[in-house]
C-alpha cells in the first residue's frame, strides 16, 4: 500500500521551487531574452501574474511564458500548488529543451559552413 506523505506547504518550500524553475529558464545570457520574455519575466517579477497569464495566453507555444503563467499561481498555497509546480517545471524543461537544440543547430551550422 502507498502512504501519502503530507508536508505543510509554506511560501519558503515554494520559493525554493519556483527559483529552481526560474535558474533554468533564466540562464547567464540574458541579453539574448526575447522582448516577449522579458516583458513576461519584469512582470513575474513584479508581482503581475495577471500580465503573465496574459502574455501565456496570447503566446501559446511558447513555454517560457508559459511556464511563469503557472507559477504565479503556486504562491497561493492551495491543494493545487504541487501540480501547478509541476506543470510549471514541465514547460520551463521543454524550454531549455527547446533553446538548447536551437543553440546546437546554431553550433553545426557554423561548424559545416
Known amino acids: 500500500m502507498v502512504q501519502a506523505i503530507q508536508q505543510e506547504l509554506t511560501l519558503e518550500k515554494v520559493q525554493q521551487a519556483v527559483n529552481?524553475?526560474?535558474?533554468?529558464?533564466?540562464?547567464?545570457?540574458?541579453d539574448s531574452q526575447s522582448n516577449?520574455?522579458?516583458?513576461?519575466?519584469?512582470?513575474?517579477?513584479?508581482?503581475?501574474?495577471?500580465?503573465v497569464k496574459r502574455l501565456a495566453a496570447s503566446n501559446l507555444s511558447d513555454n517560457f511564458c508559459k511556464s511563469l503563467g503557472?507559477?504565479?499561481?503556486?504562491?497561493?498555497?492551495?491543494?493545487?500548488?504541487d501540480?501547478?509546480?509541476?506543470?510549471?517545471?514541465?514547460?520551463?524543461?521543454?524550454?531549455?529543451?527547446?533553446?538548447?537544440?536551437?543553440?546546437?543547430g546554431d553550433a553545426i551550422a557554423s561548424a559545416l559552413n
Open 70 to 81: 503557472y507559477l504565479g499561481g503556486a504562491f497561493k498555497l492551495t491543494p493545487n500548488t
Open 36 to 51: 516577449l520574455h522579458c516583458k513576461a519575466l519584469n512582470a513575474f517579477m513584479e508581482g503581475d501574474y495577471q500580465t
Open 83 to 104: 501540480t501547478i509546480l509541476a506543470e510549471s517545471a514541465r514547460a520551463a524543461a521543454e524550454f531549455d529543451k527547446e533553446r538548447t537544440l536551437k543553440e546546437l
Open 20 to 30: 529552481a524553475i526560474l535558474k533554468v529558464l533564466v540562464k547567464e545570457d540574458r
